[in-house]
Each structure stands twice: as structure tokens, then as C-alpha cells.
């Protein structure tokens, strides 16, 4: 498990630097298409993670691998997708982010850090299986996405 989390660390970092190499030459329309499609990768896997919890069995390593992933995409550097000018503009639609995200960096690093934290906590106790702390877990990670939205995402 350790030889696990190193690799996903290593990972997060390099990607986090190639990350930031790449959004300091892309165009304000790259930037915000990579950002929605991880989003809805995100979405992806935290809809799988719900189904999961919500059947009748839960599977311990689907589950795993969903919160894997879940845990990836937050530790990826994506906060290099939201360089300056990625306020308006279109990626695979409209940008959904509030002007406010991008002149509130204390709050948006605090709301960052908190999803980062929840993410890898879901990450450990998704290996461990059980599916009570699984969904307890995913409910501060839902809170923690809810907290970004509810302050810096256009609503529908």
C-alpha cells in the first residue's frame, strides 16, 4: 500500500508540473475544456462510487477504484486550469466558474485544500472496504464540492 501512495504522489506531482507547463502555453479555451473534462470525470466516478454504495453489495474494489480515481484528478495540479482569463470563455460549453473564484484566492485555496484532504481520505478508506465508512466518507466529499459550488459555480 505504501509503494501505492508513493506512486500516486509521484504521479500527482509530475502531473501537477507538466500541468502547470502546459496551461502557461494553452489557449483560455483549452484551459477551461481540460477543467470540465476532468470535472465530469469527477462526476464520473463519484455517480459509480453512489451506485455502488447504493446496491445491494458492495463492491469493495470498484468502489476502490472509483475513490482512486476521485483522489487522482484532486491531487492533478488543476488549479493550473484556471489561469488568468478563464473567467469567460467557452471550453466544451460556458464556463460555469463565478468572476468572484479568481479575486477570492484565500477562500478558493482553503475550499482546495479541503476537497484534496476529503478526496485522499476517501482514496484510504475505500481500500479498507467497509462500506459504512466509505459512505460516510463520500458525504464529506460531497460537502466539500457542495462548499466550492455553492460560492463560485454559476447555477443552472
Same mark, same amino acid.
Given at each position: 500500500?505504501?509503494?501505492?501512495i ?5 504521479a ?25 473534462s ?39 495540479g488543476?488549479?493550473?486550469?484556471y489561469?488568468a482569463?478563464?473567467?469567460k ?12 473564484? @479568481? ?14 484532504k ?12 467497509d ?20 460560492? @463560485?459555480?454559476?447555477?443552472?
Open positions: 500500500m505504501r509503494k501505492f508513493k506512486t500516486i504522489i509521484a500527482s506531482t509530475l502531473a501537477a508540473v507538466a500541468g502547470a507547463a502546459c496551461a502557461e502555453a494553452a489557449k483560455s479555451e483549452d484551459l477551461i475544456r481540460w477543467r470540465q476532468a470535472y465530469q470525470v469527477l462526476n464520473w466516478n463519484m455517480e459509480r462510487l453512489k451506485a455502488n454504495l447504493a446496491s445491494p453489495q458492495y463492491n469493495k474494489d470498484d468502489g476502490a477504484k472509483a475513490a482512486n480515481t476521485i483522489a487522482a484528478i484532486a491531487n492533478s488543476m488549479g493550473s486550469l489561469a482569463g478563464t473567467d470563455g467557452k471550453g466544451w460549453h460556458d464556463t460555469k466558474v463565478k468572476p468572484e473564484f @479568481f479575486t477570492n484566492g484565500q477562500k478558493v485555496g482553503e475550499l482546495a485544500v479541503a476537497f484534496n476529503e478526496a485522499n481520505e476517501l482514496a484510504k478508506v475505500a481500500a479498507a472496504g462500506a459504512g465508512a466509505v459512505k460516510a466518507q463520500f458525504g464529506n466529499l460531497g460537502k466539500s464540492c457542495k462548499a466550492c459550488h455553492d460560492d @463560485f459555480k454559476i447555477k443552472d
